[in-house]
């Protein structure tokens, strides 16, 4: 079994990590905040907290996103880290 951290301090480098996923997405495809923002039926502070790291999204809010870049949500949440912790 792996070992699994102690307590929940890994987690805002994750949310940080996925900020920044999702925003090298939206440039990647040209878009602005607004664009997705508005597309995704979202406000503009969601969209800013999420892409700096800030905040707690929702599945749903995730999901709205990853289809507006037609991006399997995966690529947003998906942990890069080579070092294998979550």
């Not at 079994?1 to 102690?6: A, I, K, T, Y």
């Not at 949310?15 to 406000?43: C, K, W």
Request: proline share 6%; hydrophobic share 40%; no cysteine.
């Amino acid at each position: 079994m792996r070992d699994l951290p102690d307590d929940d301090s890994w987690i805002p480098q994750r949310l940080e990590a996925m900020g920044r996923t999702l925003q090298a997405e939206r440039m990647r495809q040209d878009l602005t905040q607004e664009s997705v923002f508005l597309a995704a039926g979202l406000n503009r502070a969601t969209l800013q907290n999420i892409e700096a790291g800030r905040g707690n999204p929702t599945i749903i809010t995730l999901l709205k996103i990853a289809r507006v870049l037609n991006v399997p949500l995966a690529r947003l949440v998906e942990d890069r880290d080579s070092s294998g912790t979550p």
